[in-house]
């Protein structure tokens, strides 16, 4: 039974425009939300979080949004960049272990 | 300064073999997690360690699989009679601490296992 999950396999995105990445989660227990990006042969690096207690949270292009009553966070990418090209994970935990999503292969096309 | 390191990044092992994976995380985080990655899926969760004991080990997917940590530094999992269904990427990460999901987990670039 996946707790998190990322129904979007792929999304393909233009230069400069918005890319909008979707994850939902099915335990009210997860209060730590985070997302991390990934790169082939390299390890997942840290790109945002977000507590429960916080609705939206903004750092410099990525902003996070969480709907606690739907159990779904979003990361909004704006403007989207090629370099920006990646797996991105979301990943939810109510302390240490985090359980992460299948991730979403994100293209964005110069 | 030095990130997560792992070896070996790959490794191919004939089924029924042991191989032993190992992480070297950043100095001075006393958390240490373990983690794989199959085809098409997420990471999943290993275990993870405090200083040298692991309080968590419910993730371990058989009694084949063991982990060790020690001078709260090096880890080292390893995995006896390999099986075909171990093929995966195993990743390790470390944080500052174990208590809250807020301290950064840093990951390594991973080890890729085939078992033929």
């Known amino acids: 039974d996946q707790q998190v999950k990322q129904n979007s396999p792929s999304l393909s995105v233009q230069e400069g425009r918005i890319s909008i990445l979707n994850c939902d989660y099915t335990?009210?227990?997860?209060?730590?939300f985070l997302w991390y990006k990934k790169y082939p042969a390299e390890g997942p690096t840290f790109l945002i979080s977000?507590?429960?207690?916080?609705d939206k949270n903004e750092d410099g292009r990525f902003t996070v949004f969480l709907n606690k009553s739907a159990k779904h966070l979003s990361l909004h990418i704006v403007p989207s960049q090629p370099g920006d090209s990646a797996v991105y994970f979301c990943?939810?935990?109510?302390?240490?272990?985090?359980?992460f999503g299948k991730g979403t292969k994100l293209s964005v096309i110069p | 300064g030095a990130g997560v390191s792992q070896s070996p990044s790959n490794k191919v092992t004939e089924k029924g073999k042991d191989v032993e994976l190992r992480c070297d995380p950043i100095?001075?985080?006393?958390?240490l997690y373990w983690y794989r990655q199959s085809l098409g899926q997420g990471l999943e969760f290993l275990i993870y360690?405090?200083?040298?004991?692991?309080?968590?080990k419910s993730g371990l997917p058989s009694d084949r699989f063991s982990a060790e940590r020690t001078g709260g530094s090096v880890s080292t999992l390893t995995i006896q009679r390999t099986q075909q269904e171990d093929s995966a990427v195993y990743l390790c990460?470390?944080?500052?601490?174990?208590?809250?999901?807020?301290?950064?987990?840093?990951f390594g670039p991973g080890t890729r296992l085939t078992v033929t």
């Open positions: 990460a470390s944080s500052l601490d174990s208590g809250r999901a807020s301290y950064e987990q840093y």
């Open positions: 335990n009210s227990m997860f209060d730590y």
């Open positions: 977000i507590s429960s207690i916080k």
């Open positions: 990943a939810a935990s109510p302390s240490y272990q985090l359980t």
């Open positions: 100095s001075g985080h006393t958390a």
């Open positions: 360690f405090q200083g040298n004991s692991a309080p968590d």
